[in-house]
């Protein structure tokens, strides 16, 4: 009996199942099932479900109530795959590596359908995707051939599985939905806008901030046009290159304390003002879809509702349900933690070791007690900062960290050259990230309208040679990172499985758990075993811990 199949659904409404040997290819006979969840709920010896993409399948599946322990994803395999045999960005659909399998020509992969708010269906519109069940076998057992060729073939046969893992707590996550409180979200909005005009302009408090910005420039000013501004700044005799708020607030000038405020209330009414409220909160429950490894580096992105990018303000109406709490924990310094690892640095591992302040400690080794600088120093060689101050910086963290410098410098270097870079488990960064790609690293972004800042913006991650290297050195640190986090959810979820606790929310090193009250204290516990296993699986034996802040909330707000 095997405890691994393969699963299908079909046009008239069934499923194919068929079950899978070692090799993957069947170990039995196609068997057609008149329903889905009939078809799993009937096996519950199978411990993995082999299937074309999680976003179809699986939503329904939560819609009946039914649960799989793992799968496989072939699509997200498919995309994996592809990026480590250098071909990042040629179509990753079944139909795609079936096509490739077979010598055929490549059918583009269909679009990414727009949110939807408060809608379960699935990311990919099914129709014209679907394959039968033989030939997604046929993908299947290729996809394990490629798996085996791989340079490290355990490392990413444990990737794809990790990534396969994220797909199913996207999907929970996204029936979960995290907890809202629309009237509290109101009263927010209320206190910082005021009250709302007739006619969809803008609420009373950002028309008055616009009067007073233009009362300063003594002429009418749009606080909302970049362009406007620098060009009121010009004609009072200060130039500016662009309105972002480190250049504009050490500018000698009334008008930069109404314009400042003016932008920090203007990103709330355009990104979680009253409209927002309206389309994507329902029945007590903010649903945003999230996607797991929506970037190159495999962090996460979500398809509408701006999830991870939610101000503090507005996280005063994230409430628990009565009677239970939000287990809110945030990794402590993850990025240098994961740069210890990768490159086994004895000084940087042993300092990662401690549940200590990791900055700390490597300023009291480095930068003679210099907190700040030794945080510069670090995320300066993760990120790529090596001129001037951190040039400097840079010199010092190397004579005591010399392999973990190294070995971020090699990356950059491979990047440069237009060479493949890989994380840990075999994530791999194309050798032309192009523009955006800064975005997708989480590197520092624009505001909207506004020029790229020099060395960072949406430009960093061009096609010039020096930028790829910046981003190369980035991407093995943020994407082994991004590696790890996958294997800590998987490990909480398989602990909350048998708790009320749901995952509701998640990004990059923040996760949140929402659980009855009696459960907070397990559910803090199983977060810092879940870290502890993650950091095993993904880098092996090593002295690096991986530390949580955790607070047990009523309000997200009150976590930080």
Known sequence: ?????????????????????????????????????????????????????????????????????RCYDIEDAETLLLGHEGRYGEPHSAAAALARLRGGPVPPDPPLRPAEPGAQSPLFEPQGARLPLDDLIAVYAEQQRRHAAAARPDRMRLLTAAESAGMLVAAEMNRAGLPWRADVHREVLDGLLGERYAGGGEPRRLAELADEVSAAFGRRVRPDLPADVIKAFAQAGIKVRSTRRWEIESVDHPAVGPLLEYKRLYRVWVAHGWTWLQDWVREGRFRPEFLAGGTVTGRWVTNGGGALQIPKVIRRAVVADPGWRLVVADADQMEPRVLAAISRDPGLMEVAGRATDLYQSVSDRAFSGDRAQAKLAVLGAIYGQTSGDGLKNLAALRRRFPQAVAYVDEAARAGEEGRLVRTWLGRTCPPAAGAGAAEEAGLPQEEPGEPPAEGWGPGYASTDARARGRFARNFVVQGSAADWALLLLAALRRTCADMAAELVFFQHDEVIVHCPQEEADAVVAAIAQAADLAGRLTFGDTPVRFPFTTAVVECYADAK
């Open 1 to 69: 009996m095997t405890d691994r199949w393969a699963l299908a659904p079909a046009e008239d409404g069934g499923v194919d199942v068929a079950p899978l040997g070692p090799d993957g290819l069947p170990a039995g006979p196609v068997r057609r099932e008149p329903d889905l969840a009939g078809a799993v709920r009937d096996r519950p010896e199978v411990t993995r479900w082999v299937w074309r993409s999680t976003p179809e399948v699986y939503p329904r599946l939560l819609a009946t109530g039914v649960r799989v322990d």
